[in-house]
């Protein structure tokens, strides 16, 4: 693709202005919608009067607001953890980790279609980078059984992979690993959305603490804007002494800081908000399941669907088109190269939306004459 997409407008909070047209929005990653809750946006409001828009310096300078450790407090807390860092995104949270834990990992793991800001963050190791076959845990044993026993082992992988929704096995690559082996989990868009008190990925497997350290976004579940590492002190002051991607970038905007303080506020205090994420996200799988759909079996709120053919493609965006539905057809790196429809369910969307989406993606093929058979994803 050599052109940007054209601009999309929001228009409410789950529709878009799209070419003159308002449409409802499943696209991107605001799965709670924070980034348009009045009580993110008054915050964000009141943080702008205070501290102005950008804190204009790296945190190592003279860049660290009073907004930023908070947030690094209540980060910690929420997600019981000894550490938080906040870095100006999850690109470079990743990149920030692995410039301080180089030297630390003689290899690496790597799932093979780990999320590209973890492909280049690996680069930045000085280690020995082996991918392993897409969450597989026998792959990983096999390869592992090639290193010897005072190999420092790293595995890296996303907790929920962005393109279709799948869960890494983490419980099960922590069975197969060396038990001094260390997990790097970047749970970008499993945290908040999953796992018994929306901890992520980890909580969901049931992941010990030990040797397990995590990066984050606040653009998805959080709504607002930066990066952050979960990880013991230790960890964290290696981040803060090695790395110059985190020495030399500006934070979060102090505005993002404080709505992103006051998002995880409202997911630790109002547990009703992930209850209709989650009764959404069940209700869309099973009835696009029941249709014929192989999807993911996943509690991540992103269904994603790859048309077979051009026509197909046409036939669906139609389909969604006639429903009010933004047609969210996206290329991704790492995604198929004909591109696929990645819809993002968030807890805010009406009952009436999510029936409107289900009947554009279930009468697929049968308006059509053809085998009258749901696109099924392509696997
Ligand atoms: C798995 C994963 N890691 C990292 C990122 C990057 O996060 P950010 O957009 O905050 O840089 C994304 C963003 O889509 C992602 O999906």
Known sequence: MNQLPPPLSPAGRTRVLSEGRRLVYFGGCDYFRMASNPATLKAAAQAARLHGLSIGASRMTT?????????????????????????????????????????????????????????DAVIRMDCRVIRFAHRDPRDLERRQARLVESHRILLITDGVFPLDGAIAP??????????????????????????????????????????????????????????????????????????????????????????????????????????????????????????GYRLEPSPAPIVSIVPKTPGKRQELERNLLAEGIHPSFIRYPGGP???????ALSSEHSPAQVTALIRALTTTGKEEGTDGTPSPTDE
């Open 170 to 291: 983490l419980a099960a690559y922590r069975k197969v690993l060396r038990r001094a082996a260390w997990m790097w989990v970047d749970d970008c868009h499993g945290a908040g959305t999953v796992g018994e008190t929306g901890t992520g990925t980890t909580e969901l497997e049931g992941i010990p603490a030990a040797r397990l350290v995590r990066t984050l976004t606040l653009s998805k579940a959080f709504g607002t804007y930066g990066g952050v590492i979960l990880a013991s002190k230790a960890i964290v002051g290696r981040v803060v002494r090695e790395s110059r991607t985190f020495a030399t970038g500006t934070p979060p905007p102090a505005p993002c800081a404080a709505a992103a303080l006051e998002a995880l506020r409202l997911l630790r205090t109002d547990p009703t908000i992930r209850q209709r994420l989650a009764a959404t996200v069940l209700r869309v799988k099973s009835a696009l399941t029941a249709a």
């Open 337 to 343: 190269p004909q591109g696929l429809f990645r819809f």
């Open 63 to 119: 860049g660290n607001s009073p907004l930023l450790v908070e947030l690094e407090r209540e980060l910690a807390a929420f997600f019981k953890v000894p550490q938080a860092l906040v870095t100006p995104t999850g690109s470079t949270a990743n990149a920030c980790l692995a410039e301080g834990l180089a030297g630390e990992f003689t290899h690496v793991f790597l799932d093979e279609r780990a999320h590209a800001s973890l492909q």
